[in-house]
């Protein structure tokens, strides 16, 4: 398939004049990592380069925290070639930086990492050593991700005397899916890991979305066996590239991919998803944060005025994150209010926005606190709201060009995904999962992953046996999910300034701050003339109540009052695409938030996993530290796909258990009775179903064999197995069934089950043979009416 051109389209001649060049550069605010040390004083000792100068380091034991040279040693330096220690002073200080941009503290363990007893106790001069040697593996392999880093290759640089921190910290990596992760050819040719036991684990994965892949990819390449249930038709979730046409006859090539869920990533240093970019060759298109903002009647905002009102937001937030902190002081944590009201009080008490701009502009940066938590300030926690940010990534912000379906479609290629799939109960016990389906299917596994998003969990549309546990339904009720909405719109060309890639619009109404507030450009991107819209706050509940075309109607005057003042006609879009995430029946939402009362301990309940390490979750309401983000909805897939290993691991070390534990719910062998009333051939007690998906011989087909002589319709005489065509062939001429029971085992190296037992792989075979047989059964109905 040919590459589509990214370049952007030629602009109209009747093209807006370029804004003023002292517009505000509108940047969320940063905030310092608590208890971070200065970067500059971390240090680990490798082997020096030999030299033969006075100042080379002697070799010593640990990682040591020495103060920065002085600045009198570095100016009579000034010329020189830097000193051997020198020169590892700062390749220390890169690779620090580097793993912090990857979620590593500077100076401590991982929870996972102190889980996984990476050191034998902790504090001790083996824990500085190994931070070292685990920051040096994690920079290595960023320094190329498109190189499988093997683990001889990371004891290069390593004293010998550390290489058993080498063996533990590259250990942890892979399995956590720090390094080697990914698209690049060399990761995805090497050889998937000895799995934990034999046969290896099966995992059921509900939800096709980042989450999904990310750990349906990552339990591969640990040597489980994977399926993944999707709901929808497609893979991404709420992660989805459309393809956006022209339907006139005077633009009839004008085409262009939009994003319509997540489409920003939000920062790019330590981002999983760039390292994709990195490894796919994919460009990175830098959101450039210059916004021009216009008033109601299309005039642009008084810059001076802008100014002073974006620093008096910033003041009056800043005022009540001062507030939380004496409330939290004095009175705790458990002590909430709502963030709309603390910076409503604030607000009246200082006077601020006297005039109608003042009080528009207030609004505006209100919605756009609004979209970025996707959620009413009514409901967001004073207290909480934020707790996220001292986790943020890192670097610019950046749109793929193309869209992020490039990501989704390249980590879903060649995953066992079953589409149309939309789970509807999940039963969990001691002995494995039972996945029920809305087409009447149920698949069987060892564990189950569930990736559905929040909304789904809180609308209570997967029924789980036995009930989850509390403390969790109660962490899902309290964490919010609240909603964005887009109108993205197709032109025949490009008449805004496309050198813009952002512009803010101003209502008169307070209750509609959130109703296209905010333009993106995404021409440069998108391969053609396109603008995004965004709806947020209250405004994007009350469009998801109006028609779509008064939408679109509505976003073009908007669009009319800002430019045909200066003399810009707008012509009416070729394509029009309207969100609604609320009413998806798939997400009930766009992304979760903290509530008031609830805090970011709930992001992590709702990522613990129950049934005793049989029901795991993941997803970006599970990631406390990157939540709302897409890259904190693949990093979760990373973790339980470790978590899920470190389980089967531990499993495999245990001899069966038999407890108290809920016994699965037995399926039986009612759901095949019908299928094998019409077998494609019988002999003996044996009868046959072939895989309608393929004609090859050395397809799996499903054979029934009737033990005992029990009458036909006793559910309980019979047990399945999966044999090839040519096989199959070859028990047709055999002598009677006990020589065919002996070629299954000793010829063919097939066992008979029971129906429960037949896998995923028998599981996918029996769902093919039932759309098959219901799309013969529908010709045929359609057949009987003509």
Known sequence: MEEPDWTSPPSSPAAAASPSPTLPRRKRRKKQFPGMIPLSRVRILRNPPSSSSSDRPQPQQA?????????????????????????????????????????????????????????????????????????????????????????????????????????????????HGYINFGLAPAILSAPPRQPPSLPAPAVIIIGAGLAGLSAARHLLSLGFKVAVLEGRCRPGGRVYTKRMHSSSAEFPNVTAAVDLGGSVLTGINGNPLAVLARQLGLPLHKVRDICPLYLPDGRPVDSDIDDRMEATYNQILEKVCQLRQTVCDELGAAVDASLGTALEVFGKAHE?????????????????????????????????????????????????????????????????????????????????????????????????????????????????????????????????????????????????????????????????????????????????????????GESAIEFEKTPPKDCVEKCLEVLRKIFTPKGVQVPNPLEAVCTRWGTDRFTHGSYSYVTVGASGDDYDILSESVGDGRLFFAGEATNRRYPATMHGAMLSGFREAANIEKTARKRAQKPSESGNDIKMVDVGDNDLDDLFRVADTSFGGFSVIYDPASPNESSASLVRVQIGGREPDSKSGFLYGLVSRNNVMELAVMDGDEERLSALDRDFGRKLVNRTSLGIEGEALIVRIKEARSHNNRNKEAANEV
């Open 63 to 175: 990682l040591l925290y020495d103060p920065p040279p002085p600045r009198s040693a570095a100016i009579r330096r000034r010329g020189r070639p830097p000193s051997s220690a020198l020169r590892l002073s700062r390749d220390l200080d890169v690779e620090a930086l580097i793993a912090a941009a990857a979620g590593f503290p500077i100076d401590s363990l991982t929870e996972e990492e102190i889980h996984d007893a990476v050191i034998p106790s902790l504090g001790a001069t083996a824990q500085l050593s190994y931070i070292a040697v685990r920051n040096h593996i994690v920079s290595r392999w960023r320094s190329d991700p498109s190189l499988w880093l093997t683990e001889s290759q990371a004891l290069e640089s390593i004293r010998t005397e550390h290489h058993g921190l080498v063996v533990v910290a590259y250990s942890f990596l892979l399995r």
């Open 352 to 536: 601020i926005a006297t005039s109608g701009e003042e009080r528009m502009l207030f609004d505006w940066h209100l919605a756009n606190l609004e979209y970025a938590n996707a959620a009413l300030l009514s409901d967001l926690s004073m207290v909480f709201w934020d707790q996220d940010d001292p986790y943020e990534m890192g670097g610019d912000h950046c749109f793929i060009p193309g869209g992020n379906g490039r990501f989704v479609h390249a980590l879903a290629e060649n995953i066992p995904i079953f589409y149309g799939r939309t789970v509807t109960s999940v039963n969990y016990g001691c002995d494995g999962v039972l996945v029920y389906t809305n087409t009447g299917q149920a698949f069987r596994g060892d564990m189950a992953l569930c990736t559905v998003p929040l909304g789904v969990l809180k609308k209570g549309s997967i029924q789980f046996k036995p009930e989850l546990p509390v403390k969790k339904q109660e962490a899902i009720k309290r964490l919010g999910f609240g909603l964005l909405n887009k109108v993205a719109l197709l032109f025949p060309y490009t008449f805004w300034d496309s050198s813009r890639d952002t512009f803010g619009h101003l209502t008169e109404n307070s209750d509609q701050r959130g109703e296209f507030f905010l333009f993106y450009s995404y021409t440069s991107v998108a391969g053609g003339p396109l603008l995004i819209a965004l709806v947020a």
